[in-house]
């Protein structure tokens, strides 16, 4: 949202010797220096919201501003300027007091502060747009209005303008009364376009300087308020819906809110499902790891409770709704000094290399931690103990090194041997391998990749760490071996938590054959030659028996992979074997032609129960498909027969499932199709 500067001191230093500029260095008898600093920062703070909101050229970063709001709140926490929303309207256009104030949101950098506003609920995560507040009013299924925000107060009528934005529908079904709340904003690539196009009038001398946009957010909004509505159409704005307003339906909880807004014809942001089992850390990431693909800006992630009842009932204050908190993250840099460097061994044999930082706050977090790519990376920037290094947190839980800023002369880092077992290492392209495959490390991450694969809840990968770090377990195998009395023995195990383990474990003892194979880790065995080898030969004895160019022969699977199956599954007989004595393989039902060959497309969260069994796992919801003689596709196309999805999306599938007319199904839809 607002343009980062690389800084080597803490933006919270950087916050108050700007303040301290403007506090005199004597109180006089009328003004003590605390009522002067509070006039200091009030005055900053407006001059960097002038900046942002009607300049369009923020001087300063999000965290930086952040903290001068905490400052503030700390020293006077009624001031006006805190429950300031968005900026007076200054356009010419004509004014519109809105029905319902539209506020802000609070906000929090750390993991811990959204946990706290958690409190043990259901939450709903979505992504949180850096764009333009909008507010859409609707009488008898016609677009009667378009408000942009303003103040929260009031805002502008801009209903012509927004009538060229083809995601805002010009009629909605049912008569719909009511209004939608949402975020105009470009897309990334039409920002680009504009922005070269401008650039090359400034070259031409056609367009001056000033004239080139600096944000996707601001140059938004100016389209926003343009006079001539073609111009706001030339412009290409997109609009994503949040929040719906109907006079004939009361909604219980936020995921149908976004289920119905989708129903109805609006494009939404990407939003998940957060149970009270599931982490913060884990919502967020999902966000983290999306966010490249997305093609439009977002500077972090919307938490809502689900419970819309009890949403309501916290009530709002001057600034925000108490139901809502929004987890925000910067591209925020800094220089720290490396104290040492971690090595792991993964389940292929390749070391991973983390960085053990001086901790040094960034975006709200303090960091100790940072990734170092690869061993290439290492020996480019000839990275050594003690270096000062220049690292970067922007959306990951693990920051990652940008490069070395000063050498102090430590000794360069090097590894000859696996830190695990202590066999010579060999170099492969960018990384470092350990060749032994008996190596405790690469056993670790062999156990931890089989019960990711086999779905075993509950038992995640710390506690199998414990479990392998207490000899209790060296193998997949040994999981299924695994007693109450040697669970009780581990850290912060109770009676409950090794009931559970052994339960989940216990629940898998029998496997599917295509996803026993896939949980072998064998180079070349993944899921979908798995799948292949599973549907043809139904029998792991006679897959365990193929030669080469039987498999090769397969279409999709060549002469290389082929290799390396056969290989694999010779060189890991005794680890299939001691498996074979704990687990039991299923083989795949008969084919049935329930489904006729339909086509399906799986996306986000797909539930529902079917025969008695309730179904959740996405790879076996695949399976059943196939099995009922459907077909699973992986990319929307004219050929997809549905896209099956229980959850809200605004996926470049659901887009394009619009778009080709693909009929959009939940679980229990499919459940119907397969009874």
Known sequence: MIKRSSFFISEKEKVMSLIKRNVSPEADNKTSKTEQEIKAIEAQILAWRDEYYNKGVPSVSDTIY???????????????VLTLVGEIEKSTFPKVTHTEKMLSLDKDYT????????????????????????RLSYKNGKLVLGATRGDGAIGADVTPNIKTIKDI???????????IIGEVYMKKD????????????????????????????????????????????????????????????????????????????FVIPKAV??????????????????????????????????????????????????????????????????????????????????????????????????TLHNYEHLEKFNIRIGDDIRICRSGEVIPKFLKVENHNGGEKFEIGNCPKCGEPVVREGVDLICPNEECGGQALQRIIRFVEVAEIDEVGKKNLEKF???????TPADLYRLTRTQLLGVDKFGDRSADIALENIAAKKELPLERFLTALGIKGLGRSASETLAEKFRSLDKIRNLKSIEISSIGGLGDVTADQIVEGLDKNKAFIDDLLTVVTIKAPAPKSNKL????????????????????????????????????????????????????????????????????????????????
């Open 66 to 80: 952040d903290n001068a709001e905490a400052r503030l709140r700390e020293l006077a926490p009624d001031s006006r």
């Open 273 to 370: 499902f957060v149970p009270k089992t599931k982490s913060i850390e884990e919502a967020i990431q999902v966000f983290a790891d999306s966010r490249t693909s997305f093609d439009y800006d977002i500077d972090g992630v919307v938490f809502e409770y689900d419970d819309l009842n009890y949403m309501d009932s916290l009530g709002v204050t001057r600034h925000h709704p108490r139901g809502k908190i929004a987890f925000k993250w910067q591209s925020e840099e800094g220089v720290t000094k490396l104290i040492d460097v971690e090595v792991k061994i993964g389940r292929t044999g390749r070391l991973t290399f983390t960085g053990i930082v001086k901790p040094i706050e960034l975006s709200g977090a303090t960091i100790q931690r940072c």
């Open 468 to 474: 392998f770090d207490d000899g209790l377990i060296a």
């Open 596 to 675: 006729g060959s339909a086509a399906f497309c799986l996306t986000g969260k797909v539930e529902f129960e079917f025969e008695g069994k309730k179904y959740v796992s996405r790879n076996e919801i695949e399976s059943l498909i196939k099995s009922k003689g459907g077909m699973v596709k992986s990319t929307v196309s004219s050929e997809l027969t549905y896209l099956v999805c229980d959850e809200p999306s605004d996926s470049s599938k659901f887009q394009k499932a619009a778009k080709l007319k693909v009929k959009v199904i939940c679980g229990q839809d499919l459940a119907g199709l397969l009874n």
């Open 169 to 179: 529908p010009l009629e909605l079904p049912n008569g719909f009364t009511g209004e």
């Open 190 to 265: 039409v920002f680009v376009s504009h922005l070269n196009r401008i650039k090359r009038l400034v070259v031409e001398g056609k367009a001056k300087e000033e004239d080139v946009p600096v944000s996707a957010r601001n140059y938004a909004a100016g389209s926003l308020r343009q006079e001539d509505p073609r111009i706001t159409f030339e412009r290409k704005l997109s609009f994503m819906a949040y929040n719906i307003s109907d006079q004939n339906f009361t909604f219980k909880f936020k995921k149908e809110v976004f289920s119905h807004l989708r129903t109805i014809g």
């Open 111 to 134: 993991l811990e502060g959204i946990e706290k506003y958690r409190d043990g609920r259901d939450l709903v995560a979505s992504s949180k747009i850096d764009g333009n507040s909008m």
